[in-house]
T-cell receptor, first 111, second 113 residues
Framework: RKEVEQDPGPFNVPEGATVAFNCTYS??????FFWYRQDCRKEPKLLMS?????NEDGRFTAQLNRASQYISLLIRDSKLSDSATYLC????????????WGLGTSLAVNP | DADVTQTPRNRITKTGKRIMLECSQT?????MYWYRQDPGLGLRLIYY???????NKGEISDGYSVSRQAQAKFSLSLESAIPNQTALYFC????????????FGPGTRLLVL
């Protein structure tokens, strides 16, 4: 089992739709969680961190479920500019601190 | 101006050649990283450095070496390039904060023939 798993998609949605991605992680000692966005042939950029209580940034909402070991990203009112690959990232704590990157979920928002 | 820059942006080389990819940052961050990205494999860490005197192997360091010349500069070398090192290479930085947000350079596309 991969340490961080994402549905690769692609998710094809019309403008204005609501879309949600999940990401599961295998290590219960995982400490921090992030969503990064990567446009085609560009560098990844942090979209948002994921907090235990859930957090929202405009049209984007991130949730963490430690009991089931998954995080989610909800995008409301999708825009054409949201088309990208969304990478789930998990950080392990302690002496073996490292980031584990998911392979990403591809989103295409269509007019 | 970009905070993290990489040179070259694109490179074609032949098997057996030694090449160097360079990374510079103006963010003032202590921590720097080299990743490679391959379709279906995602981002994988090659080497990382938490300060000028600290160099650590990542998950796929074989065939690579690095040099941290200064806080702002971190270079990746392929000692003898081989075709399966064809990939998109990213340099990244992070600050000494809890979240360790990664700030990436624009990437170097490397093709080894």
């Amino acid at each position: 089992r991969k340490e961080v798993e994402q549905d690769p998609g692609p998710f094809n949605v019309p403008e204005g739709a609501t879309v949600a991605f999940n990401c599961t992680y295998s290590n219960s000692a995982s400490q921090s969680f992030f969503w990064y966005r990567q446009d085609c042939r560009k560098e990844p950029k942090l979209l948002m961190s994921v907090y235990s209580s859930g957090n929202e940034d405009g049209r984007f909402t991130a949730q963490l479920n430690r009991a089931s070991q998954y995080i989610s990203l909800l995008i409301r009112d999708s825009k054409l500019s949201d088309s990208a690959t969304y990478l789930c990232v998990v950080k392990y704590a302690g002496n073996n601190r490292k980031l584990i990157w998911g392979l990403g979920t591809s989103l295409a928002v269509n007019p | 101006d970009a905070d993290v820059t990489q040179t070259p942006r694109n490179r074609i080389t032949k098997t057996g050649k030694r090449i160097m990819l360079e990374c510079s940052q103006t963010k003032g961050h202590d921590r720097m990283y080299w990743y490679r990205q391959d379709p279906g494999l995602g981002l994988r860490l090659i080497y990382y450095s938490f300060d000028v005197k600290d160099i650590n192997k990542g998950e796929i360091s074989d065939g690579y070496s690095v040099s941290r010349q200064a806080q702002a500069k971190f270079s990746l070398s392929l000692e003898s390039a081989i075709p399966n090192q064809t990939a998109l290479y990213f340099c990244a930085t992070s600050d000494r904060d809890y979240t360790e947000t990664q700030y990436f350079g624009p990437g170097t596309r490397l093709l080894v023939l």
